[in-house]
């Protein structure tokens, strides 16, 4: 039988107890019809309940790329560095705008063509 992973088990409890908190402050207001501690015990366990999936995820993300790695090394795939890629050339924004400025002249082109003279 697999272990349950320990994140596995926190996350669990965190939302047993949120859902419990919720429940309770539901009933505590219904019964003393007072509202003032609602927001801080419930913005409270929502917050914790938030940072705990998102330490969950961040990590379930962690293994996941590790698996990613380890399967690609078994299969020979070269894995790509995107990190050394710092800008984009300068002459490329040249390029293109010289490319837009050759379309918009040809379009300008056409559209004189199809005028028709109405004298």
């Known amino acids: 039988m697999k272990r349950t992973e320990t994140s596995k088990i926190i996350l669990c409890a965190l939302y047993f ?3 419990l908190m919720v429940g309770f402050t539901m009933y505590m ?25 998102g330490f969950y995820y961040w990590k379930a ?3 996941n790329m590790e698996k990613i790695r380890n399967a690609r090394a078994k299969s020979g795939v070269q894995e ?16 293109l705008r010289t490319s837009l400025d050759n379309e918009l002249d040809e379009a ?5 063509d199809t005028i ?3 004298e």
């Open 80 to 95: 790509v560095d995107m990190s050394d890629i710092t800008s984009i050339p300068d002459n490329t924004t040249d390029i």
């Open 116 to 118: 028709i003279d109405t």
């Open 29 to 53: 207001t219904y019964v003393t019809s007072d509202i003032t501690l609602l927001q801080p015990i419930i913005m409270g366990i929502f917050t914790l309940c938030s940072s705990a999936t």
């Open 17 to 19: 107890l949120m859902f």
């Open 61 to 63: 993300k962690a293994e």
């Open 108 to 112: 300008a082109l056409e559209n004189t």
